[in-house]
Nanobody
Framework: QVQLVESGGGLVQAGGSLRLSCAAS????????MGWFRQAPGKEREFVSF????????RYAESVKGRFTISRDNAKNTVYLQMVSLEPDDTAVYYC???????????????WGKGTLVTVSS
């Protein structure tokens, strides 16, 4: 059974930092692109960041560029999202995602985690 399990969410003050982790299991993820989406209350799920298997291609949403850093450890089947200078608008449930395809859109994701809540207080 394929599982993506997120951890590291929580409550933090504006300007603070958090590091999210996503551990994947249940199949090989060789060649898979992994990353993160988020969904704020009352809003649609939106793209945050992805990283390809090799780490050679990384992309961020404009709203998090310069503040978030994605990385992965293929030996551990784990992807990370380091978040600094957090803002109240970053409050959302953060979902880990994995795809074997060539694009990273929500409707093409093969596997989703259940999400971890990040709350940023002002």
């Amino acid at each position: 059974q394929v599982q993506l399990v997120e951890s590291g969410g929580g409550l933090v003050q504006a300007g603070g930092s958090l590091r999210l982790s996503c551990a994947a299991s249940g199949r090989t993820f060789v060649g898979y692109t992994m990353g993160w989406f988020r969904q704020a209350p009352g809003k649609e799920r939106e793209f945050v960041s992805f990283i390809t298997w090799s780490g050679g291609h990384i992309r961020y949403a404009e709203s998090v560029k310069g503040r978030f850093t994605i990385s992965r450890d293929n030996a551990k089947n784990t992807v990370y999202l380091q978040m600094v200078s957090l803002e109240p608008d970053d409050t959302a449930v953060y979902y880990c995602a994995a795809t074997g395809g060539t694009t990273f859109y929500a409707n093409g994701i093969a596997y989703w985690g259940k999400g971890t809540l990040v709350t940023v207080s002002s």
